[in-house]
């Protein structure tokens, strides 16, 4: 289980019902401050899931629909927040999506 505790969270709407997503915004500051500005700014309406393996994973947050597009707020890629506390090592963790270290963009 994760050490940390989230301090802030988010809902995501979909079509088959809302989820919700708890944000760890003194572990990951900058992540969490592009997410929540894009999410302000209404960027993420109409995304799809672009990526969707059972049992494994579910993406978005890529307004071409295609896993390849999708910026920052500062319309820039910025660095990864690793954190020793934070692990994928439970059911629902989210994380940036990205394609090699400090990418991170939209996804």
Known sequence: LNSVSPLQSATLHTDVGDIKLELFCEECPKTCENFLALCGSNYYNGS????????????????????KGGQSIWARKFEDEF????????????????????????Q
């Open 48 to 67: 799809i899931f672009h990526r969707n393996i059972k049992g494994f994973i579910v993406q978005t947050g890529d307004p071409t629909g295609t896993g």
């Open 83 to 106: 954190r020793d506390g934070l692990k994928h090592n439970e059911r629902g963790m989210i994380s940036m999506a990205n394609n090699g270290p400090n990418t991170n963009a939209s």
